[in-house]
């Protein structure tokens, strides 16, 4: 298995513009998770899938912020319009159930 | 809702002393406690995790110890190693795999 898939690796964008990250979660795993990792906040969760249905997005932080998951091998968070304060890493991860979440490489977003 | 504390944010230790790190919780019903092991620009990775309904588990050089009561649990490293330098994460769930709270991490730095 090749693990949690995100991509892009890395994006630059300009305030105001739309940014869609991508996960691809590890086959068979139910439940879904989208973190922001920060210096001065740490590793933020920001919305958790469970079979494919938003379970938790109390996490997001304003209406800027949407994530989908249209079926159980694909999942995009979209931001629009960017800010520079949403620069940062953002992770997603799966995990089985009863069991810890594996991690993607991450998206580490620059909002100039 | 959960919050996870953890002590100290940094610890720089000689290799192949013991290094132990300490997380706090506030949310009685959580019953699962996973580490995660950061690398500088990589993705956490879990390293050890606990269950409620054991006290103690042991990997190696890697033990976690779990006291319910107190509400705490504690991460120890024996022997430890350059390669054991990175960010270590706790985190505590009230449902297992779901909805991780992490702590804030604690930077180790084992010196040669």
């Known amino acids: 298995d090749a693990g949690v898939i995100q991509s892009p690796r890395h994006e630059v964008t300009e305030m105001g513009q739309e940014v869609t990250l991508r996960c691809k979660p590890i086959?068979?795993?139910?439940?879904l998770f989208w973190y922001r990792q920060t210096m001065m906040r740490g590793l933020e969760l920001l919305i958790y899938f469970n079979n494919n249905v938003p379970i938790d997005d109390s996490g997001m932080p304003e209406d800027r912020f949407s994530a989908k998951m249209p079926n159980a091998s694909f999942s995009t968070l979209k931001i629009q319009p960017s800010e520079p304060r949403d620069s940062a890493v953002y992770f997603c991860?799966?995990?089985?159930?009863?069991?810890?979440?594996?991690f993607g490489s991450g998206t580490r977003l620059t909002v100039v | 809702g959960e919050n996870v504390e953890q002590h100290p944010s940094t610890l720089s230790v000689q290799e192949g002393d013991s290094a132990v790190i300490k997380c706090t919780y506030s949310d009685s019903a959580s019953n699962y406690f996973p580490w995660y092991k950061q690398e500088l620009g990589k993705r956490p990775q879990l390293i050890i995790d606990?269950?409620?309904?054991?006290g103690e588990k042991k990997d190696q050089r890697i033990a976690v110890t779990l006291n319910k009561t107190a509400k705490h649990f504690s991460l120890h490293i024996t022997e430890t190693q350059p390669e054991d330098s990175a960010v270590y994460f706790c985190?505590?769930?009230?449902?297992?795999?779901?909805?991780?709270?992490f702590g804030p991490g604690t930077r180790l730095s084992v010196l040669p």
């Open positions: 985190a505590a769930s009230v449902n297992y795999g779901q909805n991780f709270v």
């Open positions: 606990i269950r409620s309904n054991v």
């Open positions: 991860a799966s995990s089985p159930d009863l069991d810890g979440y594996t």
């Open positions: 086959s068979g795993h139910d439940y």
